[in-house]
């Protein structure tokens, strides 16, 4: 989901479509590593030998995970202003919830 909305919104006034290769490149490398470690943890109680392979893939899973992240530090420098307003309600309300949006000022 990342990697569509990198692509669609921010590619063309935050970053290039090189960060969104590599996006689209890390989220297949954690896909693939997340399903070898599936599948070597469950061979792991069959055989012992799948230890290394399911360690590796766990650490390239980890490794992948982080450099995502960090390519999304530029992204979410960009963000200055967040306005919004939190309300609190009462026991004796009848509503219990609201949610931000719905919200209409009195004054």
């Known amino acids: 989901m990342i990697v569509v909305i990198s692509g669609r919104q921010l590619a063309p ?17 954690e896909t693939l590593a997340g399903l070898a ?3 070597a943890s469950g061979f792991l109680e069959l ?6 392979f399911a360690a590796a893939a766990e650490w390239l899973l980890i490794y992948s995970v ?12 960009q963000i200055r ?6 309300v609190l ?7 219990s919830t609201m949610l931000l949006s719905e919200h209409k000022d009195t004054n």
């Open 89 to 95: 309600l009462r026991k004796e309300d009848t509503i």
């Open 47 to 52: 055989d012992r030998e799948y230890r290394t």
């Open 37 to 39: 470690f599936i599948v």
């Open 13 to 29: 006034r935050v970053h290039g479509m090189g960060i969104v290769c590599c996006r689209l490149t890390l989220a297949i490398v």
């Open 66 to 77: 982080i450099v995502f992240f960090a390519t999304m530090s530029y992204d979410l420098c």
């Open 81 to 86: 202003n967040i306005s919004g307003k939190l």
